[in-house]
Structure formats: structure tokens, C-alpha cells
């Protein structure tokens, strides 16, 4: 027998009504402060928000925790503890308003104003209010709720007007139960195959580092001017780009803005970003434009663009380090121009990218592959939910 048809077993005959998160749980909203009662010394009680909540796995983070004055009126309501559940109740993008996280222990963290918290019953499971606030009981019900408004602000009447299908306690166990083990099979494969990626990035930057380190009198040194042309990149207006046809167009990030008609570089060609992730190195095996605030190279005949690239990327922090940190960063064209190299003969060059290219595509199939297994397993886990959840409208009673 498949899971899907345990699952149809498990629910067959249930008893399920639906009803008001307001006779199931307590919702209660986050403290208010202003920019005068942050702390300027880190002390302070530490304050959660929107941006602590992950939404792509519904997990709390700690980055950029708000720390504000102990002489600031909270509530102890208003403090975080174990089986609460997080909520975003109000923001300026759709998408993060409703997201969800799961206290699991008590924490010396209270939570904004702009944030919730749903608090179960007895009539309940905390847990299993989790998974139906993740699922598309809920999204459905916000859309609905809030298609008519510009204003995304999830109101307390909003909130303790969702209603909820309620199985007995121990079907809601089991759901858990179910649920629980597919995000524990996410998170332990996430964690291997980040464990996977960290060894493999370690391994590649020291054969990178050992295989570009050379004596003095090993190889000659040269400035890279000598051997390699550095070119600044033409602007490009976003009314000119392309999301479908044309050449790849970069700016001041690897990621690219889009398609213009035009190349205004050579196949295989090294290239720097020179403003906003300035000193970034990328590198590309097609034709594409640089636009007005990225370098690029056209290397001589005794110097390799690959071999370049890899030489460059070893040098990453020293040209991330030179970039001016002013209001647009801006990495001077002089900082590079005058680097040094070690020029081996072209033989020596292929080999060392023929050993560093298996480096690099192993680092590549863990770094594409991690996003892609981790979609997999929550296409999984959000199947079973839906069909877990699946309960048919039956009156209050």
C-alpha cells in the first residue's frame, strides 16, 4: 500500500468541523516603539520582525534582530514561548504577509508590532495550526481577504475569523507525525549537502591556491597590462533590454539585467564587476555586453581567458579589499591594471584549467543541485499537506 492510500485510510470516517481560529487559539499582536527607543549599545530587550521569519521554509533566523531600550513598556504576552506561532501580520510586499514560523523552545525574544502571535488551546495542536497556516487553506483565505485592499495588514478580525478544520486530537497527532518527517528529511538533506558544497569549495580553493602558486624565479611575473587589455563596458537603458532574445547584459552583478541585441565583447571572456557587488570576478564562455560599470578583458595570445579567471578568483579578497567604499562603490581600473601575474607557458596554463575546470564543475553540481533537491522535497511535503488537509466543510457545532 502507497502512502497515499495510509493517508486515505487515516482520514476515512473522520469526524471534522470547521472553526474560528478564535475558538481554537489566542491571537495576539507585537509591541510598538519608535526610532528613539532603539538601543545604541546592544542592550536592550531583542526584538523579532518580518524580515526573522524565512519564507521559503517557514524558519525563524536571527539576522538584524532589533535591540530596543529596557525602559520600553512590553508585555510579557508579548515575549516569545515554546508552541507559539510567529506570524507577519503586516508588509510592503504581498508575499511576506501571512508567513509563519515555529517557536520550539522558550526565547528571549519578544516581536514587533508589525508581527503576531497565534497561541493554541487545549482544542488543538500548536504544531498541527502550524502545517494548516503554511498550506493553502490559508493563502487562499488571505487572497481572499486582502485581493479587494492595497494595504497588506492582517487585522485581528482577519486572523480569528480563519476558519480551521478540526480532526480529533489523535488524527491531528498523526498529520504531525506525518508532516513532521518530510521538513526533518528537508532540513537533514539540506544540511548534508551544505556540509557536501563546504568541503567541496575548501578542497577546490586549496588546489586553486596550490596549483597558481609559483617562485619567483619559478615563472615570469608580469602586469596583467602587458599580457591582457582591460576594457569598461558600455551603458545600456533598461527600455533597450530584452527578458527573452539578444546577449546576456551585466551591470554591478553576475546576475544578469536581461538581453540587449548587441555583444560588445569576444567569446571566453573574464570580467570584473567594477560597482554594487564591485570586485565580483565572473567569467563567460558566450558573447554578451558589458554594461558602463563592469571591466572586462581581451587577453593576447599568451595569456589563456580561463587561466586569467582562475587567477583572478585567487586573488578575490585582495580586489574585493581595493574596492572604495563610498555611496557607489567603484573598484579603480589601475588596482588591477597593475597586479602582477605568473605567466607559465600556455601548456602549463591548460593544464592547470583542465585540473581547476573538474574543481570548479563539482563545486556547480552541489551549488545547482542543493536548491534543486530542496524544491523536490517541498513539492513532497506540500503534497502530502494538501492531501493530509484535504478535509471536507461540515457545519459548526
Known sequence: MNKSNNITELLKGVEVYWKALSSVAQYVRGLTYNKKNESNNSIGYKVLRANNITL???????????????????KDTQKLYKNDILISAASGSREHVGKVAFITNDIDYYFGGFMG????????????????????????????????????????????????????????????RILDTFTALTAELTAELT??????????????????????????????SEFASLKRGIRVTRNQLSQ??????????????????KANTQENTTFIISAGAA??????SEKFWAA??????????????????????????????????????????????????PIPPLKEQARIVEILDKFDALTNSITEGLPREIAL?????????????NFPKMEDK
Open 117 to 176: 502571535v497565534i497561541r493554541s488551546s487545549n482544542k488543538i495542536s500548536p504544531r498541527y495550526l502550524f502545517h494548516i497556516l503554511t498550506s493553502e487553506i490559508f493563502q487562499n483565505y488571505l487572497n481572499e481577504m486582502l485581493n479587494s485592499s492595497t494595504i497588506n495588514n492582517l487585522s485581528s478580525k482577519i486572523i480569528e475569523g480563519f476558519q480551521i478544520p478540526i480532526p480529533p486530537l489523535h488524527i491531528q497527532t498523526e498529520i504531525v
Open 279 to 284: 570586485g565580483e570576478i565572473g567569467y563567460s
Open 244 to 261: 527573452k532574445n539578444g546577449y546576456h547584459v551585466y551591470q554591478n552583478s553576475l546576475t544578469p539585467l536581461g538581453y540587449y541585441e
Open 195 to 224: 556540509a557536501e558544497l563546504t568541503t567541496r569549495q575548501k578542497q577546490y580553493n586549496y588546489y586553486r591556491n596550490k596549483l597558481l602558486t609559483f617562485k619567483e624565479d619559478e615563472v615570469e611575473w608580469k602586469l596583467i
Open 377 to 389: 522535497r517541498q513539492k513532497q511535503y506540500e503534497y502530502y499537506r494538501n492531501l493530509l488537509l
Open 292 to 341: 558602463d560599470d563592469c571591466f572586462y578583458f581581451e587577453c593576447s595570445r599568451n595569456l589563456l581567458n580561463r587561466y586569467l579567471f582562475y587567477v583572478l578568483k585567487n586573488k578575490q579578497e585582495y580586489i574585493s579589499s581595493q574596492v572604495r567604499r563610498s555611496s557607489i562603490p567603484r573598484l579603480p581600473r589601475a588596482i588591477i591594471e597593475k597586479l602582477k601575474i
Open 56 to 74: 521559503s521554509n517557514n524558519t525563524l533566523n536571527f539576522n538584524d534582530v532589533k535591540i530596543i531600550n529596557l525602559d520600553t513598556k512590553v
